[in-house]
């Protein structure tokens, strides 16, 4: 099945930098890419998305890159805020059951 | 904007006792799902209903777990004979287009703890 492993496990960044999550997935029949942001005593909340035919979406300060040949997809901040502190999850997913990582803590720091 | 609510936010129970952890999906939503973070470990998926049957389960999802839609709006996971490991965070995702690879909604969870 498929396997989604993420890095780094904790990130802190100076308010302003941008900070990079990445993940790799083994299943190359994976075909849709959400990120989640998790913040203390809530649930995940989907920030962006992004499907096998695309290599590149946008949405303000976030983007989500995709390299399928070497199964790998990253997510980027730019401009980061103090309220962007929060675990990040990513995962992956060949139908409905969608696969996590381990998520990120990201720490900015003002 | 619409989101995904789940009662109760924390349960104790004792081992061997049975819960119903509950959620209600968003409203138009018709997909529905359960998963479970065990404290420290990845957000692992248990069940995908839809049409009012089970679509989709993981290994974890044994004769231990069921899931119910008793009305319109309610989504509930009952959990029997507890044990010790199945304490966790229990969430609630709900999709609002019948068919792989679409959004997932999340609840803030259900902190489980099993006594």
């Known amino acids: 099945g498929e396997n989604v492993e993420q890095h780094p496990s904790t990130l802190s960044v100076q308010e302003g930098d941008s900070a990079v999550i990445k993940c790799t997935y083994s299943d190359s029949a994976s075909n849709y890419f959400p990120w989640y942001k998790q913040e203390l005593g809530k649930g995940p909340q989907l920030i962006i998305d992004?499907?096998?035919?695309?290599g590149e979406k946008k949405d303000q300060r976030i983007a989500v890159t995709l390299n399928k040949t070497a199964k790998h997809f990253s997510l980027h901040i730019t401009e980061t805020q103090p309220e962007d502190s929060a675990v990040y999850f990513c995962a992956a997913s060949t139908g409905t059951p969608l696969v996590f990582g381990k998520g990120t803590r990201l720490s900015v720091i003002a | 904007e619409p989101e995904v609510t789940q009662t109760p936010s924390h349960q104790v129970t004792q081992m061997g006792q049975e819960v119903i952890l509950r959620c209600v999906p968003i409203?138009?939503?018709?997909?529905f799902y359960w998963y479970r973070q065990i404290l420290g470990q990845k957000v692992e998926f248990l069940v995908s209903?839809?049409?009012?049957?089970?679509?989709?389960k993981s290994e974890i999802f044994d004769d231990q777990f069921s899931v119910e839609r008793p009305d319109g709006s309610n989504f509930t996971l009952k959990i029997r004979s507890t044990k010790l490991e199945d304490s966790a965070m229990y969430f609630c995702a709900s999709s609002d287009v019948a068919g792989s690879n679409q959004p997932q909604h999340f609840g803030d969870g259900t902190r489980l703890s099993i006594l």
């Open positions: 409203s138009n939503h018709l997909y």
């Open positions: 209903f839809y049409n009012n049957e089970i679509s989709e």
């Open positions: 992004i499907r096998s035919n695309v």
